[in-house]
């Protein structure tokens, strides 16, 4: 503020101001702040991928990919922003697009451990698992203290059946940031995979307040609605954790801009109904619905099913 009070025409400081707001959660003053920046100078490079940060966070998807690409327009060795950009790009499901800004972040910067550790989400969500393992062991390399990339880790060794190995890295996470709800309630479930059930009390009751408090501050819960089940949760808090993972479900839609699927409300003849799942197989889904699509009154329904996944060679597939 004395610097700005000396040399109101300063971008720096108004930027470097807005940083200090919005590291004190005072989101608007720092958005002032940056558009003041902004106003003096249009292509502070800082200032626009800072602003864009921001409007990440308050869900202008596109305004934040705008400001992004502008600030690298301005900058194009900005590796930060590359890998903000490629964050963007990844939530609205451009993986490769996303892939190829990571990568930049990394030519430019070597040792960007944020941007391994995002990349390996993305070659995650790619299906590539062995390039997410190495993603996330290099940023672990760069930085043994990053916590987010041993939880990271952890779900890599998780999903892949590795429970030993999982529960390790997230104990590691939890014990370089204790203050980590989902790395605590991965951990939690993997324990009871293994059935661990030492101090089994104690975290089911850190695992409820986790839930309530992410609820109440209207958060993504960090227990997956399937593992709900599991734990001594009220059935309101299962149906909110439920509702909360389907409305994210929705927001990754609303984000491809898609259009609503318009029908005939006249249209004559059965009603078309189609059943979609990767689970027609020998899975639970299959085994609990299985006579389901059978009930449905043939002469006034017609039922299709929508495989996923390929055919397991079960009875289980064949009936469905």
């Known amino acids: 503020r004395r610097a700005i009070e000396l040399q109101p025409n300063f971008p720096d400081a108004y930027c470097n101001l807005a940083n200090a707001l919005k590291e004190k959660g005072q989101v608007t003053e720092a958005e002032e702040c940056y558009n003041t920046a902004l106003r003096l100078c249009p292509s502070h490079a800082d200032s ?56 930049e972040a990394i030519r430019i910067q070597p040792t960007f451990a944020d941007a391994y550790s995002n990349m390996g989400n993305t070659l995650k969500e790619m299906q590539d698992v062995s390039g997410a393992l190495q993603c996330y062991t290099r940023a672990i390399q760069i930085n043994p203290a990053f916590a987010d990339a041993h939880s990271n880790l952890a779900s890599i060794h998780k999903d892949s059946g590795n429970i030993p190995e999982a529960i390790q ?55 997956h609605p399937h593992h709900s089940m599991l734990y001594p949760l009220s059935h309101e808090y299962r149906k909110a954790i439920a509702a909360r993972h389907a409305n994210l479900c929705l927001e990754k839609i609303h984000v491809l801009h898609k259009h609503s699927f318009k029908f005939n409300m006249e249209l004559k003849g059965r009603l078309k109904i189609g059943y979609v799942s990767s689970d027609f197989g020998n899975h639970p889904t299959s085994h609990l619905m299985q006579s389901v699509p059978g009930l449905h009154d043939r002469n006034s329904v017609e039922i299709f099913c929508y495989a996923l996944s390929q055919d397991d060679g079960t009875t289980f597939r064949s009936k469905m």
């Not at 990440?56 to 950009?85: C, D, M, W």
């Not at 989902?182 to 409820?208: E, G, P, S």
């Open 169 to 223: 890295s997230y104990r590691t996470a939890l014990k370089l940031k204790p203050d980590f709800p989902d790395a605590y309630c991965n951990l939690a479930h993997c324990l009871q995979i293994v059935c661990d059930w030492t101090d089994y009390d104690t975290r089911m009751k850190k695992l409820v307040n986790i839930v309530a408090e992410q609820l109440d501050k209207n958060r993504l819960p960090s227990v």
């Open 48 to 103: 626009l991928n800072n602003l864009a940060n921001i409007k990440r966070e308050q869900g202008y998807i596109e305004e934040a990919t705008r400001l992004y690409l502008k600030a690298l327009e301005v900058f194009p060795e900005f590796a930060a922003a590359h890998s903000n950009l490629a964050s963007v790009l990844q939530q609205q499901g451009k993986l490769n697009e996303a892939l190829m800004h990571y990568k």
